[in-house]
């Protein structure tokens, strides 16, 4: 099915299952224990042994000698691998580094071997007995003292330099003026379930049982990296605990299991300790931000200026930091650029809103900086930028844009008026108390997404692809979707996931999982209608699908009669044309947040927060509520505690584990309300659907940092906010 005109009048729009606030069809069996994760498929891999991988001890060298002896002798152990009899390795179109490396070192931590043994304790003692000796070389892991050796990336790498109109000129002319400088850290997704893996082979076929969010793409790295066909790779991954992107991209686990299992003839277990998460695995990498504005003495932008710099290893890409900039604000005169420089640090790439998430963490200070310097509120000064075209080409415009009523809307539900606009000056008893906000702005994203749907003979229906779920609610909103296109209950539908067998679904990230993967089951679902109506003798444009019947032309049958004539199967894409590059696709909301600042030790605490969301149908509010409470954790842990702390002598992540990599936990957040504007977008999809996942976590950061500089009047822009950041310039009264 082509999607290449915005979706008229259809069936989801009875709203009967799909928009209601369903619990998800999953939670029995992830809180009984009975979903299986990767490294938990017991039942299919009854005699699975374990593997444990040795990760390199320097950041950039080479290894010149592996000294194995002491470890093969050891109890249990059945094989060794290594680069020197892994055979030919290919590197996967997603990995920056090899997942296997030795003779040469690319990052720290960097997977050398995998001892496998009949269990985990033996095959880990094992581990330890291999020496190693290595010839380190001198590394760069200080993005600040690389930002001047920093280049543009190239054209496949990152996103190009922008400019409209003559943003120097107008900056330069410009009555009103701002320039900042602001920098985030590097971060880990810090997900509850490890990486991990279990790989078995039945002569020449592989079948990877892996925590994975892109189901297709995995299958293409691992063929491309050992050099087989894909057909005779599967990977499944029907429960994922957590990815936030993190696992886009198969990692050295599920290589490592493949080898191993080879070697030893046997299925192997793999997952990585919570250190090799951190150094192994990818990670958010560090940004340095420069944003200018210029603009009239009433606050209308004349000239938007946004320059970052982050950095990864050679062949890496950037953090997109200024992507939300090229279309959040209107202004004539603009331009963003984009530098990276090279780093012997582990691999950057993609983190929960790549790219909008550090950069609205600046942008959004730098807004509410400016709002104060001209003695305009804040939200005031945003909505007086506001724009319903791409500033960038205003002839194209947003297909949907309620920034405005986010913005107005969660004032007045937050009681902004009340707020005495001055900073330092609330305090209730020990506690300085402060309110923030920031824009929130996430595009919208689609992917081609394929499903396969079957009337049974039983009159259940059964939906298949290989769709992930990472925690988001996947099978349910799948499930809506085919009961409110069949006009059966939810409780009739069965949704497999996760599957390399099953039709080539969108994948779960970027935002773009559940509209997209939905949309698929929609096109699989019009053409099982038709075949339906067909059996039924029911012209196909005038069947009605409802309680459990087909209605139409005057006839009126059962599914469950239908389905008696023989199993019904439909198998459909959706894919999508030019309308994304006609209207601006975009989702939008407003975040504030209240703090509280201890005056005597700047400890602080979140005290409440609100985000007001738009992004077409909700497709199922429960679960979307829960992403968006979720997201906005994650923020929280961005502005006020997660930092990977660089070793800049030996090039590594030196909190490698959740003892030293603080994230929040419950005590640290409170109440959340989230609230979901009522909107469609027929340019979207034909559910009229658009992602929120990330959108929750989008401007959280600024808004934390804008209400602690108004509860203390101290402005920090190098996150994550810190007590030791504030002290010395607390307010004293």
């Given at each position: ?5 915005p ?27 009975t979903?299986p ?8 891999v009854?005699?699975?042994?374990y ?23 050891s109890?249990?152990?059945?094989g060794i691998?290594t ?15 090899n ?17 496998v ?6 095959a ?18 200080d ?9 543009k990336?190239?054209?496949d ?7 409209v ?28 379930e490890?990486?991990?893996?279990i790989a078995?082979?039945?002569g020449?076929?592989?079948?990877l049982?892996t925590?994975?969010q ?55 277990k ?17 940004t ?9 003495p009433d606050g209308?932008?004349q ?6 710099w982050?950095g990864?290893?050679p062949?890496?890409?950037p953090?997109?930091a ?24 582990p ?17 959004e200070i730098?807004v ?10 804040p939200?005031?000064?945003?909505i007086?930028?506001?724009t319903?075209?791409?500033p960038?080409?205003p002839?194209?415009?947003?297909s949907?844009?309620?920034?405005v ?5 969660g004032?007045k ?8 606009p ?14 923030g ?27 298949e692809?290989?769709?992930t779920?990472?925690?988001?609610g996947?099978?349910?909103i799948?499930?809506?979707?085919a009961?409110?296109?069949l ?6 539908v ?22 997209s ?5 929609y096109?699989a ?32 049958v ?5 389905a ?5 199967v ?11 590059e ?16 201890d005056a005597?030790?700047?400890e ?9 969301c ?13 992403q968006?409470i ?7 842990g ?10 800049r002598?030996?090039?590594?992540f ?12 419950h ?13 469609t977008?027929?340019v ?18 600024a808004?934390?940092?804008n209400?602690?500089?108004?509860a ?8 994550p906010?810190?007590?030791d ?9």
């Amino acid at each position: 099915m082509k999607f290449d005109t915005p979706a008229g009048t259809n069936p989801i729009d009875r709203m009967k299952v799909v928009g209601q606030p369903l619990d998800r069809i999953d939670g029995p069996r992830k809180t009984t224990g009975t979903a299986p994760y990767a490294y938990e498929h017991h039942q299919e891999v009854p005699d699975a042994v374990y593997g444990y991988v040795v990760g390199a001890g320097i950041a950039k060298g080479t290894i010149r000698s592996l000294e194995l002896a002491a470890a093969r002798q050891s109890p249990g152990v059945l094989g060794i691998v290594t680069a020197q009899n892994a055979g030919k390795l290919g590197k996967g179109k997603f990995n920056t580094a090899n997942l296997l490396g030795g003779p040469r070192i690319e990052h720290y931590h960097q997977a050398i071997a995998l001892v496998v043994a009949e269990t985990f304790e033996q095959a880990r003692a094992a581990a330890q007995r291999i020496k190693v000796d290595y010839q380190r070389e001198n590394g760069a892991y200080d993005l600040h003292a690389a930002k001047g050796s920093a280049t543009k990336p190239k054209a496949d790498q990152g996103p190009p330099d922008t400019a409209v109109g003559d943003f120097a000129g107008a900056f330069a002319a410009a009555p009103a003026k701002f320039d900042q400088t602001y920098t985030t850290p590097d971060q880990a997704h810090a997900m509850m379930e490890p990486h991990a893996s279990i790989a078995r082979w039945e002569g020449d076929a592989l079948t990877l049982w892996t925590s994975n969010q892109m189901i297709d793409w995995g299958v293409g790295d691992v063929a491309k990296t050992l050099g087989i066909p894909k057909e005779k790779v599967r990977l499944v991954s029907p429960y994922i605990g957590g990815g936030f992107g993190g696992k886009l991209f198969v990692r050295a686990d599920a290589l490592l299991a493949a080898l191993g299992a080879k070697q030893v003839g046997r299925p192997v277990k793999v997952m990585l300790t919570r250190p090799l998460m951190f150094n192994n695995t990818t990670h958010r990498p560090a940004t340095i931000q420069r944003i200018r504005f210029g603009a009239t003495p009433d606050g209308r932008f004349q000239a938007i200026g946004h320059e970052s710099w982050s950095g990864d290893l050679p062949g890496g890409g950037p953090e997109t930091a200024v992507n939300q900039t090229r279309l959040l604000y209107a202004g004539a005169d603009r331009m963003t650029a984009t530098r990276l420089a090279v780093l012997d640090l582990p691999e950057g790439n993609a983190m929960r809103a790549p790219g909008e998430a550090p950069g609205l963490m600046a942008l959004e200070i730098a807004v509410d900086e400016f709002a104060e310097q001209l003695g305009i509120d804040p939200i005031e000064l945003r909505i007086r930028n506001d724009t319903q075209v791409d500033p960038e080409h205003p002839a194209r415009p947003f297909s949907q844009r309620q920034l405005v009523r986010c913005l107005q809307d969660g004032a007045k539900r937050f009681g902004w008026d009340k707020r005495n606009p001055k900073p330092a000056s609330t305090r209730e008893g020990r506690w300085w108390i402060g309110q923030g906000v920031a824009a929130a702005f996430r595009n919208n994203l689609v992917m081609a997404s394929a499903a396969r749907v079957a009337l049974e003979a039983d009159g259940s229906v059964r939906v298949e692809t290989d769709m992930t779920d990472i925690g988001t609610g996947s099978y349910t909103i799948i499930a809506q979707t085919a009961a409110e296109m069949l006009g059966v209950p939810v409780s009739r539908v069965d949704v497999r996931l996760g599957d390399s067998r099953f039709p080539v679904s969108a994948g779960s990230g970027g935002q773009w999982g559940g509209n997209s993967s939905t949309a698929g089951v929609y096109a699989a679902c019009v053409k099982l209608r038709q075949l339906l109506a067909e059996r039924a003798g029911i012209a196909a444009d005038a069947a009605d699908f409802s309680d459990g019947r087909v209605h139409g032309g005057g006839r009126d049958v059962a599914l469950e009669a239908l389905a008696r004539q023989g199993r019904v199967v439909a198998e459909e894409r959706i894919e999508y044309g030019d309308l994304g590059e006609k209207f601006q696709q975009s989702t939008f909301g407003a975040h504030f947040v209240e703090v509280a600042v201890d005056a005597a030790t700047a400890e602080i605490r979140v005290r409440r927060m609100l985000a007001v969301c738009a992004a077409g149908r909700i497709l199922n509010p429960k679960s979307a509520r829960s992403q968006v409470i979720g997201a906005m954790t994650m923020g929280v842990g961005a502005a006020l505690m997660e930092e990977l702390v660089v070793d800049r002598r030996l090039g590594f992540f030196v909190n490698h584990d959740l003892a030293g990599y603080e994230v929040p936990v419950h005590a640290d957040i409170p109440h959340q309300e989230v609230v979901f504007l009522d909107e469609t977008d027929p340019v979207s999809s034909p559910m009229k659907a658009k992602g929120v996942g990330e959108l929750g976590i989008c401007g959280v950061g600024a808004a934390v940092a804008n209400a602690i500089h108004h509860a203390t009047g101290v402005r920090v822009r190098d996150y994550p906010i810190t007590l030791d950041k504030l002290l010395a310039n607390m307010p004293t009264a």
